[in-house]
Nanobody, 124 residues
Framework: QVQLVESGGGLVQAGGSLRLSCAAS????????MGWFRQAPGKEREFVVA????????NYADSVKGRFAISRDNAKNTVYLQMNSLKPEDTAVYYC?????????????????WGQGTQVTVSS
C-alpha cells in the first residue's frame, strides 16, 4: 500500500506562485511514475503533468506548459509541483498519483494510488 499526502495548496492572486508537495510512503518510491492531476468544480479530473522514475522524462499538459514545473526527490520520497503565473482557471483540487508500473502517463487509469488532494484557488 502506498500513501500519498499533498500539501502546499492555498489562495493566491492571479500571477502568483505556489509550490505543491506530495510525500509518499514506502521504500520503492524511486520505482513509481508520478503524476499531478486536477479537478475543478463540475469538471472531470484532468491531467496536469507526470514525471518518470528518475525524473529524466516529463509530460506536461499544454495548458500548464511553461508555467508549471514538476520535480522529484527520491531520497525524500517527495514530488513537487511549482506553479507560476497562476490563472483563475487553474483553480481546482490538485491530486498527486503514483503508477507502480513506472509509467508517467497522461491517463488516469495508469495510476494505482491517489492522494486526498489539496485545494488551489486563484483569485482574479
Amino acid at each position: 500500500q502506498v500513501q500519498l499526502v499533498e500539501s502546499g495548496g492555498g489562495l493566491v492572486q492571479a500571477g502568483g506562485s505556489l509550490r505543491l508537495s506530495c510525500a509518499a510512503s514506502g521504500r520503492t518510491f524511486s520505482s513509481y511514475g508520478m503524476g499531478w492531476f486536477r479537478q475543478a468544480p463540475g469538471k472531470e479530473r484532468e491531467f496536469v503533468v507526470a514525471i518518470s522514475r528518475s525524473g529524466g522524462n516529463i509530460n506536461y499538459a499544454d495548458s500548464v506548459k511553461g508555467r508549471f514545473a514538476i520535480s522529484r526527490d527520491n531520497a525524500k520520497n517527495t514530488v513537487y509541483l511549482q506553479m507560476n503565473s497562476l490563472k483563475p482557471e487553474d483553480t481546482a483540487v490538485y491530486y498527486c498519483a503514483a503508477s507502480l508500473s513506472g509509467a508517467f502517463s497522461t491517463v488516469r487509469s495508469w495510476y494505482n494510488y491517489w492522494g486526498q488532494g489539496t485545494q488551489v484557488t486563484v483569485s482574479s
